[in-house]
């Protein structure tokens, strides 16, 4: 009788441990999920776009239409970074196709979204009216002179820009400040992503990017000290980011 109880007994346990799993499972894609939708970059950069998020045992596919490739980039980069998922499965897409790389409008997409992304500038009240054969024309208001110049240098900074017109005026435009506010890692780590891939003397480098109570640390390899100290700079005015811990090496 004891080896029949023990073995029904075991039988019981392993249906419970069976049932158990999925359980779990779903617990943590429906955190996943929920945290994806509640992130700093989808309340803030995407909340126009119409994106459905599905997560099954930690791998969550993205599906739907954006505005444009950076948006899909965030999407794809803020979620990846979240903690419990394995792998993203992107099949967002895009709203009037894919601009040609390069091109005016590609040069013109990745200029928005830098200037929206840094903090010292205002994405908002800065139009980028206009991009013609790699010149950039900015239009809008900025808060100062200095703000207006910072612009104009994060502007020149996009890789593929040949020269940027700056004729914003000065209107006491006030500059996006998220000083304060709570900035998920997930998405502090997809806008630092976005910013290096974009800017001419980072985008090609090795750089791997992690990120902790919205201390960002920098890893991989610079070709020398001048890149290594602008990949610092423009993470550190990026939004939500607290400090920077670069850790990059000289080749």
């Known amino acids: 009788m004891k080896v029949v109880q023990r073995i029904a007994l075991m039988a019981v346990s392993a249906a419970l441990f069976a ?29 126009t776009d119409d994106i459905h998020i599905r997560s099954v045992d930690g791998v969550v596919t993205l599906t739907g239409t954006v505005s444009d490739d950076s948006h899909k980039e965030l999407a794809r980069e803020s979620v ?100 304060g506010q709570n900035v998920d890692d997930a998405s502090i780590t997809a806008q630092v992503k976005i910013i290096l891939l974009y800017h001419r003397s980072t985008s090609a480098l090795n750089t791997s990017v992690t990120t902790s109570k919205g201390v960002v640390t920098l890893g991989g390899k610079a070709t020398n000290a001048a890149d290594r100290e602008l990949a610092t700079k423009q993470v550190r005015d990026i939004n939500g980011v607290k400090s920077v811990s670069n850790l990059m090496t000289i080749e």
């Open 19 to 47: 049932t158990s799993m999925p359980v779990q499972a779903s617990t943590l894609d429906d955190r996943v999920e929920s945290s994806a939708r509640n992130s700093y970059v989808f309340k803030t950069y995407l909340q």
């Open 80 to 179: 990846a970074g979240l903690p419990g998922v394995k792998k993203v499965s992107d099949k967002l897409e895009v709203k009037g196709g894919h601009p040609v790389q390069n091109s005016d409008e590609w040069l013109k997409m990745k200029e928005k979204t830098t200037l929206l992304l840094h903090r010292r500038v205002s994405g908002i009240n800065t139009e980028v009216s206009d991009v013609k054969n790699g010149i950039v024309t900015l239009r809008g208001e900025a808060a100062s002179q200095a703000q207006k110049e910072l612009t104009t240098e994060y502007a020149k900074a996009v890789e593929g820009v040949k020269d940027v017109k700056n004729e914003m005026t000065l209107a006491g435009a006030k500059a996006s400040d998220t000083v």
